[in-house]
């Protein structure tokens, strides 16, 4: 096994590494921004006029959208990397949004008849899945990922993605970058249980045939740090990433940050 650092701290001998893909992997921000101004375009245009504003706040605040303080156009938008978009899965989402159509009047059949069309309209304009989709229509990968995946694989271990999106929108992602040969394993929203559900820990362990305790999980969210440690995996081993987001991502202390990938080493 080899013996994990992060920079210059020894974290301790892992088999495998588990990776968060949204936030992590990836550099998403863009592509979920989008998403969720479609998502929010095409719920206003199918309720009357007079509920638009309202409804507008409630989707705005329930995707985590805001406006970036200090960017240069006072209309960039950016994505709460706590927020449902960047964290919770696609159906949390519908859900949330069908509450929103609720709240401004709407019986729930109705609310959830159009949430569902919507979702159908924005996923068809998503890049991140779409099929064949080229490198530079996906997310792009968090800086040195590539080197530092390398260096994994040359050690013997093992690296598998856990994450809250759909099984092709892991496996566009993964083939559009170049990746898919460094992972033998995938957990997504499309598994049973999934995350941030620790049984879903260690159903992926089981399937690179690890123990959760011998993995380190590296993740941009709260709820992937505490997964990881309620599924066994040391606390000095759920790692927070935060690079990859315009505003970081409030990380619980204590545990560990990494920044930017060349920062982990192995031993």
Known sequence: MAQLLLRGIELGEVEAVLFDKDGTLSISEPQ??????????????????????????LLHRAYGLRTQPHAADPAAA????????????????????????????????EALAISEQVFAQADAADARRAAGAAAGATS???????????????????????????????ETFLSAHGLSAFFGAIWSAEHSPRKPDPAAVHALCALLGVSAARCALIGDANSDLRMAVAAGIPHQRALGYTAAWSAPPPLAEPHPRVHHWDELVLA
């Open 32 to 57: 979920l921004v989008t998403l969720a101004q479609a998502r929010v375009f095409l719920c206003l245009d199918q309720v009357e006029e007079r509920l638009r504003p309202a409804l507008s706040e």
């Open 78 to 109: 950016a994505i709460c990397p706590a927020g449902i978009t960047a964290v919770a899965s696609r159906d949390h989402n519908l859900i949330a949004t069908a509450t929103a159509l609720v709240q401004v009047g709407l019986g729930w059949p």
């Open 140 to 170: 792009r990968t968090t800086e040195g990922l590539h080197d530092w995946l390398g260096r994994l694989q040359a050690a013997g271990v093992r690296c598998a993605v856990i994450s809250n999106d759909d099984v092709a929108g892991i």
